[in-house]
């Protein structure tokens, strides 16, 4: 496994569970999916980077 794939996945994970505590918090609604579709689009990027 490459390192940037390896850090891309260890970021996307970090911002999963950041997305997960906001959300468990109560934090707005607006906020816990800015921070989704981050990690979403994030956990794209490891992928496509696996991939390649």
Request: proline residues 0%.
């Amino acid at each position: 496994m490459d390192t940037s794939t390896l850090l891309l996945g260890i970021l996307t994970l970090c911002l999963a569970g950041v997305t997960f505590h906001a959300w468990r918090l109560g934090n707005e609604k607006r906020d816990v999916v800015l921070l989704g579709v981050s990690s979403a689009l994030l956990g794209t990027g490891t992928a496509v980077a696996a991939i390649l």
